[in-house]
C-alpha cells in the first residue's frame, strides 16, 4: 500500500509542474496576444489621425513600453496574492 502512495505523490507531483508550465504558457500567450492587440489599435488610431511618421513611432514606444508595464504590475500583485493565500 506504501507503494502506491509513493505512485500517487509521484504523479501529483508531476501534475503539479506540468499545469505550473501551462498556466505559466497561458498568461504569456494571452498577455503577448494583449500587447499585440493594443498596441497595434494604438498605432492605427493615431496614424488614421493623419499623423507624422514620428508621432506614430512615439505613440508605438510608448503603447508597447506602458503595456510591458501594466502587465508587470498586474502579474506582481497576481502572484504576490496567490503566494498570501497559499500561505494563509
Do not use: C, K, P
Not at 508550465?21 to 493594443?38: E, I
Amino acid at each position: 500500500m506504501t507503494n502506491g502512495a509513493a505512485t500517487d505523490d509521484v504523479i501529483v507531483t508531476s501534475s503539479g509542474r506540468i499545469l505550473s508550465t501551462l498556466n505559466w504558457l497561458r498568461a504569456g500567450v494571452l498577455g503577448a496576444n494583449d500587447g499585440v492587440v493594443s498596441t497595434a489599435a494604438i498605432i492605427f488610431g493615431v496614424a488614421g489621425a493623419s499623423a507624422s511618421h514620428a508621432s506614430i513611432m512615439l505613440a508605438g514606444i510608448a503603447a508597447v513600453a506602458a503595456g510591458a508595464l501594466s502587465m508587470a504590475a498586474g502579474e506582481y500583485v497576481s502572484v504576490s496574492t496567490q503566494r498570501d493565500l497559499e500561505i494563509a
